[in-house]
């Protein structure tokens, strides 16, 4: 009888639980948690670790042809709600990054692609799109002279979708800035390229700290973008912009750190969300944690699918 009770329970327990699986131009995740572009996307060590910790896919550092030393330092600033960073791009350059991403397994891999020129972005994806399941094009640095040329100005952007999809295998996802006035119109312009997803959005700015006690700006590059809690409302606006104004599939980043967050941006739109600062707030952990805490968001509001949640701030 006790036995009965016990299975009938466990039964409930399982068909009550809800399923965070979700899809992302037709990649399948097993949770909606995605490592952003720019924290421990620099080794397979450092990726098999965060897939590991609970992540449903991981994104690479940005990418470029030839190695990159990046910024000197100080390149990151640690603000009350997040940091400002001027990294400048530090990367292996693309022929020695194949050899990192030879060694990653059991997790979707997205690659940020980045370049000073349409040229340059195209001969990444061609190194690299045979590695990886999704290219990302960062088409929106904030800390290098050309970085935000394509993000912002949706001629040259769809220019670079369309080269890059001639040569590309695999879905393509483009990452925005939201330091645009034209986010919508540069949204559509990808979306009629031919563009699979959008991840939005890069960080915000660029920001200036200034050291009071020297009358000298912080960072070696002046500038740097801003990440973290303080940027999360821009990226809800942003991403339910792009959700009003495309049909593509989001992957919304910027500020998540929790179960809510992750729920609120699915609910602006996105069928993902990219983690970035959290992970360097609280470590890798961070992706069990967000994922059990919309998992118990879930129960509580009793929805049993990521699919119910994505864009029901649109409908109302
Ligand atoms: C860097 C690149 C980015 O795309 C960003 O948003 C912030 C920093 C960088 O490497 O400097």
Do not use: W
């Not at 292996?92 to 972005?121: H, N, R, T």
């Not at 925005?176 to 915000?204: H, M, R, S, W, Y």
């Not at 050291?211 to 942003?238: F, H, Q, W």
């Amino acid at each position: 009888m006790y036995k009965e009770v016990f299975i009938f329970n466990v039964i409930i327990l399982f068909s009550m639980k809800p399923n965070l699986e979700t899809k992302i131009a037709g990649i399948k995740l097993k949770n909606p948690t995605i490592l952003a572009a720019g924290v421990l996307g620099n080794t397979a060590e450092s990726l098999n670790r965060v897939a590991s910790s609970g992540a449903g896919a991981v994104t690479t550092k940005s990418i470029t042809l030839n190695p990159k030393k990046g910024h000197s330092n100080p390149t990151v600033l640690e603000l009350e709600k997040g940091f400002v960073n001027a990294m400048g791009l530090p990367n292996p350059g693309a022929d020695k990054f194949v050899q990192e991403l030879e060694k990653v397994k059991g997790v979707p891999v997205i690659v940020s692609v980045v370049g000073s020129s349409i040229e340059e972005y195209v001969k990444v994806a061609e190194k690299l799109s045979k590695y990886a399941d999704m290219l990302e094009l960062n088409v929106s640095c904030p800390n290098v002279k050309t970085g935000m040329i394509f993000g912002s100005e949706p001629g040259s952007c769809s220019e670079l979708v369309r080269k890059i999809k001639k040569v590309s295998k695999i879905p393509v996802s483009v990452k925005l800035t939201p330091n645009t006035t034209n986010l919508i119109e540069v949204a559509k312009a990808v979306e009629k390229a031919g563009a699979d997803c959008i991840t939005a959005i890069n960080t915000v700015g660029p920001g200036m700290v200034i050291d009071i006690e020297t009358g000298k700006t912080i960072l070696s590059n002046k500038y740097g973008g801003i990440s973290g809690e303080m940027v999360k409302p821009i990226a809800v606006r942003c991403v339910y912009e792009i959700a009003q104004n495309t049909k593509l599939p989001i992957i919304g980043t910027g500020g998540i750190s929790t179960g809510k967050d992750a729920a609120e941006m699915l609910m602006a739109g996105a069928s993902a969300v990219g983690i970035g600062t959290a992970v360097k707030n609280s470590g890798i952990k961070v992706f069990r944690k967000i994922c059990s805490e919309l998992e118990q968001f879930m129960l509580r509001k009793k929805y049993k699918s990521i699919k119910e949640l994505v864009g029901l701030a649109l409908k109302s």
